[in-house]
């Protein structure tokens, strides 16, 4: 068994600023999925390990196109499929060895789980010392509530992230997509690379323990500095910013329309946009502070200008004045835009049951490296036995064996 891990192989579709990384991805659902798609998308060869016969939940999560899981593929684009029944001991071998040649292995299962296998740090980095082992939960690795089931709804919840999304006098909301999943997708997406960095500095590997509550938390730094300085928890605001105004959503005609003006110049220019240049002299909106305790004032004022026009008109209008504006658009106009068009932010795969699956790919940009070219999800174990082959030369005969006993 190497102790050193052997460099991957580049990509068949293309290199990136991670090829030569090779990620094995035990990770199921969304965070974890995340995160390796993040790394794939930039070049790593990413593993998956999935359970025989059933693979990751999210391959039976909706939506579905002609049986297949698009949610799934959208995750999992640019792996490889293998699987292992891990309550095996020929297969938990195998992965041991395979983790000799990785440089990244990624899990979320919970807490405690990897151990009981025997597929924890300890186990993984005895096979590779210089291995960045990360771990995601809901929780963290230690405290009294890591071994505590979470999902980002529940997370949202504990994160205090809930108690101040909605209208004032409306009940606790969630944000509109996973958003603790995802942020910790990302947050482990950058300790993995940076990890990396260093291990190639040191030769150490390291395991990376990251939580979705700490992840949620470190987002919300306007409501920690609101905390900070009055010791009370900030409460909800509707859809306007809880410290700056004018900094939100007002009425047009037709619709809504978002206006922001964080400083004192751009509100001159608002009140200019509304017909009330007066007003950038006035005491009482003076300052950011003062025209956020004049808040209901200063949105009568726009209001009264915007429900006389419609929201092209206002947004043409702030727009020429240096206002920054935007309508509010659906997803479906937000990923047809003229802007997402011409960054080529929306790519697709061709699937071959699915059929044509769109994505937003990952949204950094290298001038040294060309973008990738897109790459499907893999079906359940489509690469198992190739990647024992190549990677381990396991016999045929012992890939029937454990074939036969359900191990893979």
């Not at 999925?33 to 593993?47: H, K, M, Q």
Request: proline share 7%; glycine share 10%; hydrophobic share 40%.
């Amino acid at each position: 068994m190497s102790a050193t891990p052997e460099v991957a192989s580049a990509p068949t579709a293309g290199a990136g600023p991670l090829s030569g990384v090779r990620v094995l991805d035990l990770s199921r659902m969304l965070a974890g999925p995340y995160c390796g798609s993040l790394l794939a998308d930039l070049g790593a060869e990413v593993i998956k390990i999935e359970v025989p016969g059933h693979g990751d939940d999210a391959r039976h999560i909706g939506p579905f196109r002609n049986g297949e899981s698009i949610y799934f593929d959208i995750l999992n684009r640019r792996k490889r499929s293998v699987t292992m029944n891990l309550k095996d001991a020929g297969a938990r071998g195998l992965l041991l060895r395979l983790a000799g040649r990785s440089q990244v292995l990624l899990e979320n299962f919970r807490p405690g789980v990897t151990e009981h296998l025997g597929i924890d740090y300890a186990a993984v980095s005895a096979a590779s010392p210089g291995i960045v082992y990360a771990s995601i939960s809901g929780y963290g690795q230690s405290g009294p509530m890591s071994l505590f089931p979470a999902y980002d709804l529940i997370v949202q919840a504990a994160s205090g992230l809930m108690s101040v999304t909605g209208h004032p006098d409306g009940p606790p909301t969630k944000v509109g997509e996973s958003i603790g999943d995802l942020t910790a997708g990302v947050f482990a997406a950058f300790g993995i690379v940076t990890a990396l960095l260093e291990a190639a500095r040191t030769g150490r590997g390291a395991h990376l323990d990251v939580s979705m509550l700490e992840s949620l938390l470190a987002l919300e730094v306007t409501v920690q500095s609101q905390y900070d300085v009055t010791g009370v928890a900030p409460a909800r605001v509707g859809n306007r910013h809880p410290v700056s105004t004018p900094f939100g959503v007002y009425q047009a005609a037709d619709g809504q329309v978002i206006l922001a003006a964080a400083n004192d110049t751009l509100f001159a220019r608002v009140a200019e946009l509304i017909e009330r240049p007066e007003m950038a002299a006035d005491p009482r909106y003076v300052t950011d502070a003062l025209r956020t305790e004049h808040e209901a004032e200063v949105r009568g004022a726009i209001e009264g200008w915007t429900c006389g026009r419609t929201v092209a008109e206002v947004v043409d209008a702030a727009e020429r004045r240096g206002v920054p504006t935007s309508p509010i658009l659906d997803y479906g106009q937000a990923v047809v835009s003229e802007q997402v068009a011409a960054r080529h932010a929306l790519l697709h795969f061709d699937h071959p049951v699915a059929g044509s699956v769109d994505y937003i790919g990952q949204p950094m940009r290298f001038s040294s490296h060309s973008p990738i070219e897109p790459v499907p999800s893999p079906p359940l174990g489509a690469d198992t036995d190739s990647v024992l082959t190549e990677l381990l030369e396991v016999p045929a005969e012992e890939l029937a064996a454990l074939h036969a006993r359900g191990a893979l």
